[in-house]
């Protein structure tokens, strides 16, 4: 093992952790806002599409992260099958994905600690997790692991247990009460929401170099995390709305009104009541799903931004490895940096759209790495093929197309700034590139 390789330690069980932990604090929090656009119908329709691309695209992803298992996930495939100029596009697109989601859990992991201590304002416990994370994430693969597996496990099983708390109150008029009240564009504004349910079981792929036998145990990862994540994503929709209607998940008075980042603990309270013992037992165990996810895309966005930076294409030293703790430390201390500058402005909401933004980007271009390999290199090693080719990352690049343009008009000042993000890194990779090639050989070596 050379001193600038990452260390290989994950099991299967513990990819199952990690991509599970990367996408479940979308069960807590934020997909109840898609109900305010949609209404149950509207939002149903969109996290069912949503949640076939989903499937598709982990089944079809798992066939790229088992054939190139690299650091640097959606970068190294685009870079083997479409060039380096895309390449560096779809790296762009997911770093921006994986350093601006922790910004918006941070905020909601702070305002769970303030709600049982106010004294305590929401920004510092936000600041503090960062610190106490990504300090864990540079110790070593293996602690930030073992981490991982025991909050994801605890996240689940509140889950679960919420799902038999609520399920009793169930009535299926609370479903059909009003469910589309935005008529049927109301899908479309769904959309973000639906996808804030699975973002992030992607950066499975960017573990795959520090998994102990990355060709046979991804696909394992892959499978069970979205088989998991389907079945509580289902529980929670269903158990959540059932017990009240649509609205009092959405709005903090259960009629209209200023939105709540709760639907978990709005839906218990029609049950268990607000003053509880099992009601704040549970609100405290659900902080763990926040954790899980803040953590895990910590570690996957470190992956990310170390292949960036070990292929050339952001700042070098991004691209090193700690010798004591085979850790991309300066990775994950970059990115801090940047979450910490997005947390402080406040714009949470925003903050998630980019990132879903860059999330969308990342589909699709993997997707056309996908086929584009397949009639490019048909003799690359394979360990896994995702079945029904094409079917399945056809359906994917269907559905993430649609939901692309769909964003774009509900979101153009967003879409705009995101653009913007990839248009600038790029001119600054072409141009530093450049100035790199004159240096090298005293001209442009255009012709």
């Given at each position: 093992?050379?001193?600038n390789d990452l260390k290989?330690?994950?099991?299967?069980?513990?990819l199952w952790?990690?991509?599970v932990g990367y996408?479940?604090s979308?069960?807590y929090?934020?997909?109840?806002?898609g109900?305010?656009?949609g209404g149950?119908l509207g939002?149903?329709?969109?996290?069912g599409v949503?949640m076939?691309?989903?499937?598709?695209?982990s089944?079809?992803?798992?066939?790229?992260a088992?054939a190139?298992p690299?650091?640097g996930?959606v970068?190294d495939?685009a870079a083997?099958?479409?060039?380096?100029d895309v390449?560096?596009?779809a790296g762009?697109?997911?770093t921006v994905?994986?350093i601006l989601?922790?910004?918006?859990?941070a905020?909601?992991?702070g305002?769970?600690?303030?709600?049982f201590?106010?004294?305590?304002p929401?920004?510092?416990?936000?600041?503090?997790v960062y610190?106490?994370f990504?300090s864990?994430?540079?110790?070593?693969?293996?602690?930030?692991?073992s981490?991982?597996?025991i909050?994801?496990?605890l996240a689940v099983g509140?889950?679960l247990?919420?799902?038999g708390?609520?399920?009793?109150g169930?009535q299926f008029?609370?479903?059909?009460?009003n469910a589309l009240?935005?008529g049927w564009?109301g899908i479309?504004g769904?959309?973000?929401f639906a996808i804030w349910f699975?973002?992030?079981?992607e950066g499975?792929?960017?573990?795959?170099e520090?998994?102990?036998?990355?060709?046979r145990?991804?696909?394992?990862?892959f499978?069970?995390a979205i088989?998991t994540l389907?079945?509580?994503?289902?529980?929670?929709?269903?158990?959540?709305i059932?017990?009240?209607g649509?609205?009092?998940i959405?709005y903090?008075?259960?009629?209209?009104?200023?939105t709540s980042?709760?639907?978990l603990?709005l839906?218990?309270?029609k049950?268990?009541g607000?003053?509880?013992?099992?009601?704040?037992?549970l609100?405290?165990?659900?902080?763990?799903?926040?954790?899980?996810s803040?953590?895990g895309?910590i570690?996957?966005?470190?992956?990310a931004?170390?292949?960036?930076?070990?292929?050339?294409?952001l700042?070098?030293?991004s691209?090193?490895i700690?010798?004591?703790?085979?850790?991309p430390?300066?990775?994950l201390?970059?990115n801090?940096v940047?979450?910490?500058?997005?947390?402080f402005?406040?714009?949470?909401a925003?903050i998630?759209t980019?990132?879903?933004?860059?999330?969308?980007?990342?589909?699709?271009?993997?997707?056309?790495?996908?086929?584009a390999?397949?009639?490019k290199?048909p003799?690359?090693?394979r360990?896994?093929?995702?079945p029904?080719y094409?079917?399945?990352?056809?359906?994917?690049?269907v559905?993430?197309?649609?939901s692309?343009?769909?964003?774009?008009v509900?979101n153009?000042k967003l879409?705009?700034?995101?653009?913007?993000?990839?248009v600038?890194?790029?001119?600054?990779?072409?141009?530093?590139?450049?100035?790199s090639l004159?240096d090298k050989?005293?001209?442009?070596?255009?012709?």
């Amino acid at each position: 093992m050379s001193n600038n390789d990452l260390k290989k330690t994950l099991t299967p069980f513990s990819l199952w952790a990690l991509g599970v932990g990367y996408v479940i604090s979308g069960m807590y929090f934020g997909w109840n806002l898609g109900l305010e656009k949609g209404g149950t119908l509207g939002m149903a329709i969109a996290t069912g599409v949503v949640m076939l691309m989903y499937v598709a695209f982990s089944f079809s992803y798992a066939e790229l992260a088992c054939a190139i298992p690299r650091a640097g996930g959606v970068y190294d495939y685009a870079a083997r099958a479409l060039g380096k100029d895309v390449a560096f596009i779809a790296g762009i697109a997911q770093t921006v994905e994986f350093i601006l989601a922790p910004p918006a859990i941070a905020f909601a992991i702070g305002a769970y600690f303030n709600a049982f201590m106010p004294q305590i304002p929401i920004l510092v416990s936000a600041v503090v997790v960062y610190f106490i994370f990504t300090s864990i994430n540079i110790l070593g693969i293996s602690l930030a692991a073992s981490f991982e597996i025991i909050v994801t496990v605890l996240a689940v099983g509140e889950l679960l247990l919420f799902a038999g708390i609520t399920a009793p109150g169930f009535q299926f008029t609370h479903l059909t009460h009003n469910a589309l009240p935005a008529g049927w564009t109301g899908i479309f504004g769904a959309i973000p929401f639906a996808i804030w349910f699975f973002l992030g079981i992607e950066g499975l792929a960017n573990v795959a170099e520090e998994t102990a036998h990355p060709q046979r145990d991804i696909i394992k990862g892959f499978g069970s995390a979205i088989i998991t994540l389907v079945i509580l994503c289902v529980l929670v929709f269903v158990c959540s709305i059932g017990v009240g209607g649509w609205e009092a998940i959405v709005y903090r008075n259960g009629i209209s009104g200023d939105t709540s980042d709760s639907p978990l603990p709005l839906a218990l309270a029609k049950i268990t009541g607000s003053s509880t013992l099992m009601y704040h037992l549970l609100i405290t165990v659900g902080l763990f799903g926040l954790i899980a996810s803040f953590h895990g895309l910590i570690l996957a966005a470190g992956r990310a931004t170390y292949e960036m930076g070990r292929t050339g294409n952001l700042p070098v030293f991004s691209g090193k490895i700690s010798p004591r703790f085979r850790t991309p430390i300066n990775a994950l201390l970059g990115n801090m940096v940047i979450g910490l500058l997005a947390l402080f402005s406040g714009r949470t909401a925003e903050i998630i759209t980019i990132s879903v933004f860059g999330a969308l980007t990342l589909y699709i271009l993997s997707m056309v790495s996908l086929i584009a390999l397949r009639r490019k290199q048909p003799d690359l090693h394979r360990p896994y093929r995702v079945p029904w080719y094409p079917v399945l990352p056809v359906t994917v690049l269907v559905i993430a197309s649609i939901s692309l343009i769909a964003m774009l008009v509900y979101n153009l000042k967003l879409g705009l700034i995101y653009i913007g993000i990839l248009v600038f890194s790029y001119i600054i990779f072409k141009t530093v590139h450049l100035k790199s090639l004159y240096d090298k050989t005293g001209n442009t070596g255009l012709r």
